[in-house]
């Protein structure tokens, strides 16, 4: 399933306050709250989708509930824009925080236990940097990829972001199961090697 933002409201131009120097994600956001901007919409949708579906997943959810979760957000940012008040908390967290709620109530309701770093009294502050820093571990991340043979990036995208086993991968692509096996086994160990270069 492909993250797409939500349709959503009447289009109209973008409304920023040129006083202040506020981030682009702050600009969309007001945009949104004071305008019912749909193209500011897309940007914020485009830009948070991603790292917030990164970081649901590290709370052990699945990729299909994380994408849930991430449109469920999404759509609530639109609905609740009015209540985002830049003087209170950062863009990053505030949407950090709905996501953070929206995650307790899905588990509460599945019966499912709480993860320590959800039930911790969130501060605004923290929430942003560790979207920040999740940020720039994707960027890393991305460019250690870039360094990947062709057949190894495609075999590690398929098997980490496509979520398919290495069955599925040689179904799909008529490579012997075992010459996908190693392309993955080699591809994560010169991942680790580009990433340990990029953090020394």
């Given at each position: 399933m492909t993250l797409t933002p939500i349709a959503v409201g009447r289009e109209r131009k973008l409304v920023t306050n040129k006083r202040t120097k506020v981030s682009e994600q702050t600009e969309w956001m007001l945009a949104v709250r004071d305008s019912r901007d749909r193209d500011a919409f897309s940007h914020l949708f485009d830009y948070f989708a991603p790292r917030l579906k990164g970081f649901?997943?590290?709370?052990?959810?699945s990729g299909a509930q994380a994408e849930e979760i991430v449109q469920d957000v999404m759509?609530?940012?639109w609905r609740k824009s009015a209540q985002f008040d830049p003087h209170r908390a950062q863009v990053s967290a505030w949407i950090y925080q709905i996501t953070r709620n929206r995650q307790i109530d899905m588990m509460r309701k599945g019966g499912r236990p709480i993860p320590e770093e959800l039930k911790a009294e969130p501060h605004q502050e923290d929430d942003a940097m560790q979207i920040l820093a999740m940020d720039q571990e994707a960027q890393k991340l991305k460019h250690a990829i870039s360094k990947l043979s062709k057949d190894q990036r495609i075999a590690i995208e398929q098997a980490y972001l496509g979520e398919l086993t290495h069955q599925e991968i040689s179904d799909q692509?008529?490579?012997?199961?075992?010459t996908?096996?190693?392309r993955i086994r080699l591809g994560l160990e010169r991942l680790r090697l580009e990433l340990k270069g990029l953090r020394s």
């Open positions: 649901i997943i590290k709370t052990g959810v759509l609530t940012v692509s008529g490579v012997p199961l075992g996908i096996k190693s």
